[in-house]
């Protein structure tokens, strides 16, 4: 019987990996998650915990996906802290996806941002010209840099880091790194997921010179299927209508960029 | 005739009878404004508290295997007056505030926040079945209920609807006390209390452990509420429970209601829902030769 996507699917995890001091990435065999579209997520549930929307990590062997996961409050915490061998609910996938262009392509990601960018980098053609952008606070908490490079063993490419410190990499925000390859190259498309502000000032870049990009965003959710309304921003659900929104789309928004709802739904400067 | 869709609840004039029930979507005024574009005909907002509420912690909702939904959200929401001040430049949705609070101060309080803002009616949540103190437990007490709506009709002039669920007492009992304190119209019905326990981990799934199930399998017994209400008091019904078609939603006109709400079914068929069923309403009056909602209204009741 085909599986309904709403109902929880409980599924052991097999292998943890440490990829920053605060990061991990949990593998597990699920047919289903494992060719989910890049930018789309499911709802994750550590039992006695809580439950958290994470974007769909790609695996190495077919039929396996992961979560990668930061530590942060309780729920992420709980995640992170979950064992080989231990069991996690979950339900999904959830949203829609980036629209795959083709050609000179910029992926940017920040943080836990660059998972849907690691499952679009499993989608693109031999004949695309891809640059990678990784942001990371500084040189302990960059992560899948040799990752993109295997992905695109393959195509021309480059995989380009920057720290906020200048530990490692290029030193500044990812959002300059941005800026200064639009500025210098013509791309056919930009995509972008990690902090709102950097997706923000991305996709102004992008945007302000006619580029088509794609932004996955992050709000509050609790269903994930459109029904308790904690993810909007604007008119917008982001469970439903996105997570992928264009650069045409957001630069109406009101909200995108300048505010978000914490849990009791009163938005926030961000 | 041409028919068309205006309906009255009482003294609640609506151009289209689907609404969206409380709780679903409801948080911002943007979203109120896309559905009622999309063909709802008033949207209730979620249950507002005096002060903001978290809510529980997830997992909040749970999709029932065979339909319906569980959800223990726990009544999470920005506090009255954060909320009154978003929707203050509405001009164009008629939007129904629900209010939920354990004593009358608590819904004169809220209502005040609400002077400067276009409301067409209030809705009293007497009904939520998996919050303490609130909802449920005030709709069980007929004291209270006859305490607050008294006081919330004393204190505004807007239209109020009181929404009965099932609880420990006979939720016929809670309409008797509301109606003969003054109240203008009655949503029946909330979600019922329930359960969902995983069989691998052999835990409660929700945080909550309970909470409300909504949908089609609540849609038998939401019916039966109204008609039973309808069948012993003279006041003007809105159905709610289960509706996701045009025919559900024509059940509940025959059973004796005049205006309907729906949430789940959104979690099933996204908001063009309300788009559909207009349309299968409409369909379904020409068919049949009514020029208003208010022809079928309790037609089943004849027989
Ligand atoms: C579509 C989507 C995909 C995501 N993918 C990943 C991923 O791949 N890896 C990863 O590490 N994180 C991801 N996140 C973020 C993650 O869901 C949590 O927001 C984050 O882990 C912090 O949660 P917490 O409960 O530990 O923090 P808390 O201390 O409880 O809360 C801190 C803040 O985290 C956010 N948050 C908490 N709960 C939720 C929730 N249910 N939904 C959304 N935000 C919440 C809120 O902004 C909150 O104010 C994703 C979020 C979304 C919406
Ligand atoms: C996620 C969710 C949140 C809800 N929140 C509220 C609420 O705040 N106040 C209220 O009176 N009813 C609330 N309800 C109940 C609905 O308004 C409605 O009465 C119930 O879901 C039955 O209708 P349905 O089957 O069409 O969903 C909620 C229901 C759901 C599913
Ligand atoms: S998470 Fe509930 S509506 Fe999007």
Redesign the interface.
Known sequence: MQR?H???T?VTVEKVIDETPTVRTLIFSDEVMSNVLPGQFA?V?I??I???PMSVMISNESGKAAFTVRKHGA?STGLFNVQVGQ?I?I?GPYGNSFDLKEGKLLLVGGGTGLVPMMRLLIHVKPTDDVTVLIGAKSKDEVFFEDLANRLLENNVHKVIVSTDDGSYGEKGFVTDLVEKHLSQAKYDAVYVCGPEIMMYKTVQSAHSRGIFVQASLERMM?????????C?I??D?VC?DGTVFDGEHLSKNKEFGNFH???????ENY | MEPNLVTSIGPIRLDRPVMLAS??????L??F??LYRSGAGAVVT?SLSTE????Y???????V?GGG?I?A?GL????AE?FAK?IEPNKDVPIIVSLVGSIPEDFENMIKQFEKCKVTAYELNLSCPHVAKVGLEVGDDPELVKKIVTTVKNSTNVPVIAKVGLGTTHYLNTVGTAIESGIDAITAINTVRAMAI?V??Q?P?L?NKFGGLSGTPIKPIALRCVYEISSKYDIPIIGCGGISTWEDAIEFFLAGASAIQL??A??DN??DVFDEINTGILQYMKKKNYSKIEDMVGLAKKS
């Open positions: 309904n709403n109902h929880t409980i709802m549930w039992p006695g809580n439950e958290l729920a069991q609910g339900r609790k269903c994930g299927v459109g029904i308790c309304g904690s909007c604007g008119e659900l439903k709802r914490n849990k009791a739904g009163i938005l | 709780g679903i979507l409801g948080i911002s943007d979203v404004n896309r979620k903001p509420w978290e809510g912690p997830n997992p909040t909702i749970f999709s295997k939904w959800n959200v999470s929401n920005p506090g954060n978003m995983d691998e981990t835990r799934i945080s949430g789940s959104i979690g996204w908001i």
